[in-house]
């Protein structure tokens, strides 16, 4: 009976040894699961910050290549703009060559009166008849006014014309610098890295 005793309190000893150590081991286990855990969330959180980082890179070269194209763009239309100016010198020329046509219709509107005048004038000292006298005035005015009227109407159809192109390439140039600054707006400072 008492072998049975000793053998008992020594399995009982032997359980109790296997307990704590089933016990310091189950400890350590739970440690080296939160050391995983944290590890793992790490290893995710690692992760996660690459593939922001990553995006963030193609985001700035996205961004740098959109500068450059908005540059280029820019620059052609500041080319166009120049050649515009060149082409409205160019116009204000021929504005100015107009008005000195303009201005020598004029003149000839003024010899024409001025050879009516010697003409009634002849007319007169020669006693031709009232009627006849009347009607060549009438055709030499109506002549005169005609050319001049054909000529200020050309003049003026001219004018309108380059009137309405200018216009319309002011609206261009407007709504395209309008478009540039929006967009130019929409870039994000890039700063190097």
Known sequence: ME???DLYLEELKT???LEKKLERLEKLLRVDRRKLRANEETQSQLEEMKNRYSEKVREVDRLRTEVAELSQQLDRESKKC????AKNQDLQGELSTLRGKCENLEMDKCQLQEELAKVQHHLETNMVD???LEQCK???EERADHEIRQKLREVN?????EVE???ELYLMEAKTRESLAKKLERVPAVTPQ
Do not use: G, H, P
Not at 157 to 161: D, G, K, P, T, V
């Open 157 to 161: 159809e001219f004018l309108q014309a």
């Open 138 to 140: 009438r055709e030499v």
């Open 15 to 17: 359980r109790r040894c």
């Open 3 to 5: 072998m049975y005793k």
């Open 130 to 132: 009232r009627t006849q």
């Open 165 to 167: 192109k200018y216009k």
């Open 82 to 85: 120049t050649q515009l100016e």
